[in-house]
């Protein structure tokens, strides 16, 4: 699929392994080198020498399964919760990835930290995406519709609710890491960044408050800095560029990528006692649905928390929506659109049922 031009000139946008590698140098690696897959369809990628500060977390290699953090004491989730219940959530890390059926990802030995994410938390097997193409099941995650839209656009703007506009009037934080975005806002595509798949800045609330866009729609390099700042926001959105998203490039590239991205995740102090990381998928390979709501396919969506009993695994239909209730009720929200919807079924059997 060929992207759109920008109408406008950007910085030079760093490519796949590199842009990964200059996120995390801010402030998570300590003079080590990312080791990547080697695709022969692909240009060669620039080596950068990394200096950094000395680092909060160790970076696993993308080629080995990340092990979970042992939370100390004071860390262990106290609270009983109640079969279906949706504990309070601190912290939530969103990352989203493209167009792979759940078959062509679990069980794949080409997707080695996909897998053993899949067997630190909860996966959740027979959850559907809304639609095809990819654009509509971002609005559908974000703001509980997908407004009638069933293309990939770039001027699909929106006057509507979504997520962070509640997160903001509840008193939380956000902020969106977008890889290959060339500057903060940017409201165009450009290889390797694609604007579709950057929801926010399809809804009026964000794109038309310059300084409310700029500072919560930016590039992924700011998130190195940020996790290691210690300055993460309440809700982290991270969206891999065009390649390391598994769009145009081989699984085993994003798998390494998401190893990398969700090793220094779970080894900071950002991800707390009640932290939450969602990985899931915009779109499957075939038409498979559910519940009146859904015929996108089937797609992998892992869960991970202190709170989430490892190798949960939750056979009830979801679909995007759930994700979405999910989210709205674990942060005491209102529910929007079709996630309030009777037949959408947050995701609520996954959670740790005593400490």
Not at 199 to 224: A, H, I, K, N, T
Not at 246 to 275: E, F, K, N, Q
Request: aromatic content about 8%; proline content about 10%; overall charge negative.
């Amino acid at each position: 699929m060929d992207l759109a031009r920008p109408v406008r000139e950007g910085p030079r946008v760093v490519s796949g392994g590199a842009a990964l590698i200059a996120a995390l140098a801010a402030g998570l690696l300590a003079g080590c080198a990312v080791s990547r897959p080697v695709s022969t369809s692909l240009p060669p990628t620039q080596t950068a020498a990394l200096t950094a500060p000395a680092a909060t977390a160790t970076v696993p290699p993308p080629s080995s399964t990340p092990q979970p953090p042992t939370p100390s004491p004071s860390e262990t989730p106290t609270t009983t919760l109640v079969p279906g219940e949706i504990p309070a959530l601190g912290r939530v890390f969103f990352l989203i990835f493209e167009n792979r059926e759940f078959g062509q990802v679990i069980g794949n030995s080409t997707a080695p930290n996909f897998n053993g994410l899949a067997a630190d938390g909860a996966l959740l097997t027979q959850h559907y995406a809304i639609t095809h193409p990819s654009f509509p099941n971002y609005l559908a995650l974000v703001a509980g519709d997908t407004f009638g839209i069933a293309r990939n656009c770039e001027d699909c703007y929106q006057d509507a609710p979504i997520l962070v506009d509640q997160l903001e009037a509840s008193g939380r934080t956000w902020r969106a890491y977008l890889e290959g975005m060339p500057e903060s806002c940017f409201d165009y595509t450009v290889h390797p960044y694609a604007k579709r798949h950057n929801p926010f800045m399809y809804f009026e609330s964000v794109r038309s408050d310059p300084g409310r866009c700029l500072s919560r729609v930016v590039p992924f390099d700011q998130f190195g800095t940020d996790l290691n700042a210690g300055s993460l926001p309440d809700f982290v959105w991270i969206t891999p560029d065009i390649c390391n998203s598994a769009h145009d490039c081989p699984l085993a590239m994003a798998d390494a990528w998401l190893g990398t991205v969700v090793g220094a995740i779970r080894g900071s102090p950002a991800y707390g006692p009640d932290s939450l990381v969602i990985i899931t998928w915009d779109e499957g390979a075939g038409d498979a649905g559910c519940c009146g709501l859904a015929n996108g396919g089937r797609v992998a969506t892992i869960l991970l928390s202190p709170m989430i009993q490892p190798g949960v695994q939750d056979s009830t239909e979801y679909t995007h929506y759930s994700l979405l209730a999910m989210l709205e009720k674990g942060w005491g929200l209102d529910l929007l659109g079709l996630a309030g919807d009777p037949r959408t079924t947050p995701v609520s059997e996954v959670w740790r049922l005593s400490p």
